[in-house]
């Protein structure tokens, strides 16, 4: 990104441009429009941004009245109305600072489009890759553990048994058990226990003794009941800071977007209040009746999410530990965020 040019400084028209050409989904630019109307637009929004700026991407002669800058330049492709057609005289002798910045700015993007044209890619960059569980047919993805245990299972809202790892919307045959199994990371592994429920844990069409550990494998085929995963590897991208990231509701299979900008409240609305928080569950039915109006904030820092409970009547965990109130707690890819019965799961929204 070009520390010159700050998209907060642009006209709304053009940010209105550059915002519909990002391949964002629909929600996700409503959180962005809105990211901009608050002044909560962070640098790495602004990169994305100007990769998406059709002004940007043009390269116009500078003449001598198209010297005053890119705002001005905005100003007038864009045809805003309070544009003045004649700019007074002292602006050009008054301002070569002004000047200087524009051609500098010019002659940069001229120079990076010259250079892109015969340069060879650069090396693929190595980053370190978790182990994560995918369900194939909805695209749930669970991160690993690098220590500890993650407990796998299906909510059970009248007893508010809760696993770890929510399945519900995965197992459309219903034969998943509340806590069917359990996953330990130990010296560098993982083992799978399966903790005796009806339908059995599976590995590679083997069932598992109940109560019994068994060593997991890159590429093994794992179910539990009729609801299948694979054992693979986190996508790379999990691994950079990301600009838009998504909440994926485990009891509906609902997604949200939410863009790496500010604080995003997550809550339930109340019209009788007039309040709504940002990402509202009330549609979400009979799980979320214990989501407090104002449940959690999730905010994006150096392009990486944290999570904090905002004094919820039930409370907030990440893979089943509770977090403390008035805590920023790091929230990861393939992780699950629990707020009182209602679980979602974090990814990356790419185009």
Known sequence: ?????????CIPEVVEQCIERMPLSPGAKRLLRKAFEEGKVTSLMEQHMQQACPHLEQEPEIGQSEQRGLLHRARRIAGSSDTPTEEPQDLMEDSPTLLMDSREIQAML???????????????????????????ETGHRILLPAEGSLTL???????????????THDDQQH?????HARITARDGKHFIEDFGSLTGTWINDKRLEPKQEHVMQQGDRVRLGSCEMLMTTAPPHWSEPSLVYRLYATASG?????????EVTLGRADPRLGFAPDINLNEEGDVALLVS?????VRCYE???????????????VDGIPISRDTWVPLKPGQHLWLGGFCMAVDVETA
């Open 153 to 167: 299972g299906c909510l059970d809202s009248l007893s508010r048994i809760s696993p770890d790892v929510d399945l």
């Open 110 to 136: 001229r120079k990076q489009r010259e250079a892109g044209a015969n340069a060879k890619p650069p090396p693929a960059k190595i980053v370190p890759t978790a182990p994560i569980l995918e369900v194939p």
């Open 175 to 179: 034969s998943v058990a509340f806590l």
């Open 254 to 262: 609902r997604t949200f977007s939410m863009p790496c900008a500010g």
């Open 1 to 9: 990104m070009n520390s010159e040019i700050r998209c907060l400084d």
């Open 293 to 297: 109006r104002r449940h959690a904030a």
């Open 303 to 317: 392009g990486r999410l944290e999570v904090t409970d905002l004094e919820s009547s039930n409370g907030t965990k």
